[in-house]
């Protein structure tokens, strides 16, 4: 690594103290961002700084840039220059040269934020830069004379890629995800101007479609209807700048996205496309064609997926393009075909291709960090260059005895070894983990690396050329912070998180044996760590973060040799470290600090959170743990540094480094607090410096950033002699007592055998048979035990062996206490048996019988927060739907000022709704009244200038319209078919309204919208009033029929008729308010009730039931009840319910009653008859009302129902008449909108103009100022190629004295002119100069002709020199003038394609005030015409352009001619049908006569016929026929209380009988149930003594079979038996119910 060359100046320190520091090296790699600065030369950016690799030597090469991080970064290698731009505010391009690493100048722009690319120029000292937001800036600067020659804006465009042409510079090409533009550099002298050009792009299938101009249609299509047909532009109201670049989404096609481009020899630019696609644009035209891979021989297309190219490099040979990949391909192009052939494969993408400038050299650049080298003309493989990991790196270390070596580690897991002198990479090993801290141990070259897993990792680095991992140790799952080795390489202390402190055995010789853990209460923000040689002690001190209070908090413990030597007494059983092995001591400070180091003397420094300063802290010994104090500090030094930051100190504890995010590192000096140093190593822009560490020597310091990816190393440039000292004297002292050590450790270190994840030990123990169990890991479950120990952690392992231990200790006590627990769940599950089985009452319930009564808390606690959540998620859900009913209820509800309802018919499917009305706001009323005023003005204005004579003449048109106006109102029907609807006869007042042929102007229109609304809103209206009362009206006819149904019930009650009664009822839609209510019998959840609730309704049911009670106990209500059925007075109502009671002696045999007996009966039995006849009238009298009730109910509603249909039917016609009305208002908007349409295109066609005038106008001011400057630059022209003239007419003078042979022999070297001088250069001083190196050959004394002196040959050579010179001053000269003219001819060109612009715009203008005026003469009238009116033969719909409109008058005579004979024709049509009428009465009252004759006839024969019966003579001859019939009912009576005796007596002795039945048959069940009992034990039995007999002996099987047949028998005779007695209690019950029947025949 060379020496480093700084950048710029303006840094934030002073020079001295800037000086102390000097970057030894500098590794990383940050943004892949390659180029070459010469041949043999790569450079890149890396955070601060600049590195130049050398691709031969790979030596490097720093240059720093002292404002901070490294931005925008270019390289031309032809001129050896690069830029780079800082990124501060108001950033700066800086220009140096190599390789002095000088700085040539500083470009100062425009740009507040940052640069985002740089370009150089292949010819000429030109520079491109494009800045990001906000200005999004291309600049095109002159860097040797430090010139802006131009910019141009492109507002919110970022650009991904920015390249010069080679061949020529006025050509540039610009990138982003979606385009590609071209720009051109047109010069005009000094002046320069950017001229963009983009490119239309193909879309995804790979076709260019025309471009479409939206903004200038081709063509105007009209419409008689819809008018004419405008750009979208116009339709969408656009008016400025959007309206000419507007597009529909539908004319938007999905073009490729390009994603790298390269230029070609022929002034071609080459595009890759992440659709596969290869793009090739002619820079010229900018036309594109997409490039197509070469089909195979025979046609047949190659079938290979396209590579999505990330970079492209040309060269003579072709083009040259990789991607993602990972393949460098090779495209030989020919034509618009392309063959591709692989080069290189290095499995890795490939983001940059890099040609060197001698194009013998391709870089390859990858994502991951690695750079290749590739050369063309040998191919081969890719060469590895550079293998830098693109991750950031994480932290970085010396190695023992740290002079020589040091390691570092990235985020990913990637350990580097270093050579400390240079930088050089010795070694990688890739960990595959996420690395989360790193150190080496003093006493051995080992290295720890954590991970964010709770893993360390041991590495032997003893080679450094093959670092190896040696180690795994897993400590838990708490994320590993920060690992720190004591000074003597004793002791490794890992920082996790929560609070957790883990003491390792660094040595090797003890494999990093595992000492304790602690566990702090706060969260652990810094540690440090001091070793005291002389007590053996290593002290701790950790920094805590107290949440409580906005202070620091410290806690130290100390370590001594014997927790190594005797772990295990100062060691828990789980791993915990005893507080008395360590010796805790606890600290409170005045602030907050982020960091803190302690130093020997029990000084403390601390980085401050709160405020910029370092705080001194000195901790005396007498406050311990147990009376914390607040200590104060005793020095604050502040600090300019900005942002979080940390300390770090040297080892001889001398220096105090400070480091936070903005970058910058300062050195103290410890005693004095003063600057030793400081260096902006890094910035804030990259996060910050992330950490940092001395050398064991102090010479030098290692420092990482956060995210720029640079790992810088400082190393002492200037200091004190006693400084270097005593930093020497430190080391040699540390040397002195870790060389023994070390050495030691070393050789087992290299003994130890590389680690595998197999290699593992596993840790067997003595019971295999021990179940899995989740143990608690300080506040985490995880699972401990597997099928071994690898993937378990050290703390697992710990409590996984206690558990063992106290499981073997006590097995037999484990063994008692599992068989309590059996038998005491053996009692509680016969307890919740026998609680199962208690009446619900006494039960207890499932809860109760848990007797772990901390998990039941623990559950009831979760149930609770579980009711808690889902009663707030249903509370917010019910909130929320609170707030959208309440938004709905007040939108569609309570806003309407008449709600939307139905009336529907009772039996029939038709219904009517209202119109639901909103209530007209203010604004709209007001509106309505000032358009109101407005027409009563223009009325009376009206009447006025007809009765005016002055202004007679100029009113006569509109009189005559308006006599003519009259004259059609006073027909109504002319009336109705000119306004264009009927909504007059329906409410409306159409005499407001405007003439549809006098609605010219916009205000008239939206006059008459305002007019024609409200017609609709009364029309509206006027039929709600009449629906009202139609909904009243069926309201009333509902209570009429509930009030008949009530009737109804009571006569179906009385003839005890089980009908269902019709009740009608308004549903939701006529009633809408019941929707908004919730009725009870809706909700199907039991109501929950409050406590206070309960008890209300509880004291209710007491007093009801009391009442109840009270009611029950009343002798006088019960005695009415018992008597006279609860009334005092028997109605006709219930005659239905009378009986009367038979006589007593109706129970006697009839032949023993006596005569007074038979009168009472006889009297009974005609008492009954009249009543069933009085009976049988009431019920024809009921239901003949019953009958006229429903014939009223069906008559009533069915006439509400024809109500409705008569509603429903002008609803109709009110629904046409009002589509009628809103048919005019649409098209008044229409015309409106229309007319809208037409203004924005004439203002976007104004806008338009006068931006193209302006752009005409600055062109015409160009074209005159260069025209003006062209005639100046010719007449130097003019005088510059005289000047040619004379100096050739000065040479035949000047050299007049020369021979003549010689002087022909020097004009013929005069006219000579040097070879190979065609180089192409931009610049006219640097072409002279090339021009007179070239001279030097030419004017050497060997072309010296013979005999010439050398005075007249050197006068020769100048005569010469000044000629040359004279031509090519004319050359340039006439260069710069054709450009002038180029300059010139364009701007003309320019010029003449916007006077054709502003040509057309006007035309279109033109073209668009003449559609206005047809639109507003040209009006849409509508027609009211009445059905079959108007008659078409042909389906053709006739041509009405040249109709005639003709008074209505001649149709109405014709018609009422036509209207007089029909009117006659109908009189004597009704003269016939009234006689035919009459005699057709006549012949019915005829037939009605004679059929009353037959009536009477019958009724005579009828009489005559009557037969006379013994009753009915008794009853015409027999004078108290009433006494003898009650005489006859009384008999009966008492015959009948007899008959009723006897058969109870009889049922009771026939019951008996039963009962002694039922007793015999209960018995013979139980005695066949006992012997089928007795069959099944007897057919088991028989059963298994077959089997027995069968494998025994077969000669018992006939007598077996014997018995088995008696068995059967004797089966049957029972069932028999019981079949007889079966059939026997059948018969003895249809006695019985013989002998009821007979004794009580009535039931």
Known sequence: MEPLAEASEGCCCSSAEESALEVSWVQGFSNKNFSFIDNQT??????????????????????????????????????????????????????????????????????????????????????????????????????????????????????????????????????????????????????????????????????????????????????????????????????????????????????????????????????????????????????????????????????????????????????????????????????????????????????????????????????????????????????????????????????????????SVTISGEVQVWFLEDGTCLSKLNLDIEAAAMVCCPSSNSVAVGTKKGQIYFLDVTQAEAPRVVHRIFLSTFSVLSLHCDQSGQFLIARATEGHIFILDARPSKLFQVLGYIVLADEVLDLSVVSDFKNDLVEVMVLLNVAEVQRARLEIFFLSSALITDNDKYVTEQGMLVASAIKREQYDLDYPLSSAVRLKDNTVYGYCTCAPFICKYHLSEENMLEEPSVYLSEKRTPSNQFGSGFLCLSPNSRWLASAAKDGVLFIYHTSTMDILAQKHCHSYQGGGIRSMVFSLDGNFVLVNGKSDGALVCLKWKKMKKIEVEEAAFHWKSLLAILNKSTLNENIVLKSVAEFTPESLPEEKFKEPSLKSTNVEENGNISSLYSANTRDMTWIG??????????????????????????????????????????????????????????????????????????????????????????????????????????????????????????????????????????????????????????????????????????????????????????????????????????????????????????????????????????????????????????????????????????????????????????????????????????????????????????????????????????????????????????????????????????????????????????????????????????????????????????????????????????????????????????????????????????????????????????????????????????????????????????????????????????????????????LMKAMDELDSPEHMPDGLDQSVWERFCLARRNKIESEELVKWKMRTLSEMQAFLQSRMDDNDNISLEIEEIFQELTWLHKEKMKLHLNLTIQFLLKQGQVEIESTEIPDYSDAVLINKSVIEELNCAIMAQGEKKVASMVECKDFSKGIFQLEWEHKKMRMQIEDLNQKARDIVTLNISKDRQLFLTELNYNSRIAHRISVMEQSLGIMDELHKKNVKRRQKRVKELEKRINLKNQANYELSLELKEMLVSVSERRHISEAADTKYASEIAKQRYQEILKQKHLRGLVKEQEEQFEILQAEVQRLRSRTFPIL
């Open 42 to 407: 790569a450079c890149y950016p890396c955070g601060n700084y600049i590195l130049f690799l050398d691709i031969e030597t790979k030596k490097t090469t720093v240059l720093q840039c002292q404002t901070g991080q490294v931005g925008a970064f270019a390289a031309n290698g032809n001129a050896q220059v690069l830029a780079f731009s800082d990124r501060k505010l108001n950033p700066i391009i800086y220009i140096y040269a190599f390789p002095e690493l000088s700085k040539l100048t500083e470009l100062k722009g425009n740009a507040q934020l940052d640069y985002t690319l740089l370009a150089f120029s292949f010819t000429g000292p030109y520079l491109a830069s494009y800045s990001s937001i906000p200005e999004f800036i291309l600049s095109i600067w002159n860097w040797q004379e430090n010139i802006l020659l131009c910019s141009e804006s492109q507002p919110g465009v970022t650009v991904t890629s920015l390249s010069f042409n080679p061949m020529n510079w006025q050509q540039l090409c610009s990138v982003n995800e979606s385009s590609v533009i071209v720009w051109y550099i047109e010069r005009n002298n000094d002046e320069h101007h950017l001229k963009l050009n983009p490119v239309k792009l193909p879309d995804v299938e790979g076709s260019v479609s025309p471009h479409k101009d939206l903004f200038f249609p081709v063509s105007h299509s009209e419409d008689s209807y819809y008018g004419p047909d405008l750009p979208v532009s116009a339709i969408a109201g656009l008016v400025g700048d959007e309206a000419q670049t507007f597009m529909p989404r539908n004319y938007i096609k999905c073009s490729v996205h390009p994603t790298a481009h390269c230029w070609t020899a022929t002034s071609q630019i080459y595009v890759g496309c992440k659709e596969g696609n290869v793009l090739a644009i002619d820079a010229g035209t900018c036309s594109v064609s997409v490039l197509q891979q070469k089909p195979l021989p025979g046609g047949k297309p190659r079938d290979l997926q396209k590579p999505v190219l990330f970079s492209m490099a040309f060269c003579n040979k072709g083009l040259y393009a990789a991607g993602s990949e990972g393949i460098l391909l090779f495209y030989h192009i020919k034509g618009r075909q392309f063959e591709m052939n692989v080069c290189a494969d290095i499995s890795q993408p490939i983001s940059s291709l890099i040609f060197s400038p001698d194009y013998t050299v391709l870089l390859l650049v990858t994502d991951q960090g690695t750079v290749y080298t590739y050369k063309p003309a040998r191919g081969g493989e890719a060469v590895k260059l550079l293998d830098t990991c693109s991750s950031c790196f994480l932290a970085a270390d010396f190695l023992t005895p740290g002079n020589k070596y040091c390691v």
């Open 797 to 1330: 392992q710990k409590i996984k062996k206690v558990i063992i231990e106290e499981t073997q200790r006590f097995g037999n006590q484990k063994k008692e206490l599992e068989m309590g627990i059996k038998k005491l769940r053996k009692t509680i599950q016969k307890m919740m048996h026998e609680n199962e089985q208690v009446p619900d009452t006494e039960k207890l319930q499932q809860q109760e019988f848990n007797l772990d009564m901390e998990e039941q808390e623990r559950l009831q606690a979760e149930a609770d927060q579980e009711v808690a959540r889902v009663r707030k998620e249903m509370e917010m859900e019910t909130l929320a739907n609170h707030y959208l009913q309440d938004v709905i209820k007040q939108e569609c509800w309570d806003a309407m000022c008449v709600k939307g309802r139905v009336v529907k018919c009772f039996h029939m499917a038709c219904e009517v709704k209202n119109y639901p009305l909103k209530k007209r706001s203010e604004e709209e009323l007001k509106s309505l009244e000032k358009v109101l005023q407005l027409k009563k003005i223009e009325t009376a204005d009206l009447k006025v200038q007809k009765k005016d004579p002055e202004i007679e003449s100029e009113t006569a048109l509109s009189n005559k319209e308006g006599e003519r106006a009259e004259k059609v109102m006073a027909d109504d029907g002319t009336l109705y078919c000119l306004t264009g609807s009927l909504s007059s006869q329906y409410g409306g007042d159409t005499s407001v309204l405007y003439h549809q042929w006098d609605l010219h102007t916009r205000e008239q229109k939206i006059n008459q919208i305002v007019l024609l609304k409200d017609i609709i809103y009364k029309v509206k209206n006027a039929f709600n009033k009449e629906f009202d009362i139609v909904a009243q009206q069926k309201k009333q006819e509902i209570a009429r029929v509930k009030e008949r149904n009530i009737r109804i019930r009571e006569i179906l009650a009385q003839l005890d008729l089980q009908v269902e009664v019709w009740e009608p009822a308004f549903t939701d839609d006529e009633i809408p308010e019941q929707a908004l209510m919730v009725q009870d019998s809706e909700i199907k959840a039991e109501k929950y009730l409050t406590q206070e609730e309960r008890e209300k309704a509880e004291m209710l049911a007491n007093l009801e039931m009391e009442r109840r009670r009270a009611d029950t106990d009343n002798e006088r209500l019960r005695a009415l009840n018992d008597m006279m059925g609860g009334v005092l007075e028997v109605k006709k109502e219930d005659i239905l319910k009378i009986d009367i009671p038979p006589p007593s002696f109706i129970s006697k045999p009839e032949r023993i009653w006596n005569d007074e007996e038979k009168e009472i009966f006889r009297e009974y039995e005609e008492k009954v008859k009249q009543l069933e006849e009085e009976k049988e009238k009431y019920r024809m009298v009921l239901k003949n009302k019953l009958k006229k009730l429903e014939a009223s109910i069906q008559e009533t509603t069915q006439n509400f129902d024809k109500t409705v249909c008569k509603l429903s039917e002008r609803k109709v016609k009110l629904e046409m008449v009002i589509y009628q009305e809103e048919l005019k208002i649409v098209n008044l908007i229409y015309a409106l909108l229309l007319d809208e349409e037409l203004d924005t295109r004439e203002a976007g066609l104004n806008n338009f103009l006068l931006k193209k005038e302006k752009e005409k106008v600055k062109t015409a001011n160009i074209i005159r100022t260069t025209e003006s400057k062209i005639e100046d630059y010719a007449d130097v022209y003019e005088i510059a190629v005289t000047e040619k003239k004379d100096l050739q007419c000065d040479f035949t003078r000047e050299f007049a004295d020369v021979p003549e042979d010689l002087l022909d022999e020097l004009t013929q070297l005069y006219k000579h002119r040097p070879r190979d001088c065609s180089v192409s250069v931009e610049d006219y001083t640097e072409a002279l100069s090339l």
